[in-house]
């Protein structure tokens, strides 16, 4: 499914794994991948949390000070959990839904929102953003994005699932 992933939303599980390792532990779970997609301003993602009058750089910083550390076991290979994995599988459905095969930072949040079972969850209810509201507005947000560059999709053609580092912007 990784050649699916957009190259922000590449960007955004690369900074998943970041904050995972910066909170001492070697597995992704649905609150790293949020942390992930709050990382780069300029995603599709934190264009909607500003759209819904949300700080993308307040929420991250919410969501980094409430989550616990992990046990240092940072040395292992790191992996999802059964939580990110099923944000993931939600975001693809997502795409789906909106006629799009390519899952994008937007659908990936969704994701992690319609998953709905902890710390993610909880805080992005804190900012009052839930699953109807955040969906309008990537409706909206799709209805207003140019269509794919041809830089973007041969990205994706050729695109490797494992990355040693983020794949640099456009």
Known sequence: MWNKFTQ???RAVYFA???AEK???NFVDAEHLLLGLLQEQENSACQLLQRLSVSPTHLHDELFALLPLGLG????EMSLTKRA????????????ALKNNNIDCEYLFL??????NGLAEQVLSKFNVGLEQ????VVLQQQAKPSLKAHDLLF?????PAMKEPPSGS
């Not at 076991?73 to 292992?76: L, N």
């Not at 994701?111 to 709905?116: A, D, F, P, S, Y």
């Open 111 to 116: 994701g992690v929102i319609r998953e709905g």
């Open 85 to 96: 994995k099923t944000s993931i599988d939600l975001a693809y459905q997502e795409a789906q």
């Open 8 to 10: 922000h939303a590449q």
């Open 23 to 25: 909170k001492e532990t």
């Open 73 to 76: 076991q940072t040395h292992a």
């Open 17 to 19: 794994q970041v904050a």
């Open 134 to 137: 955040a969906r309008q507005e």
């Open 156 to 160: 994706r053609m050729f695109s490797r």
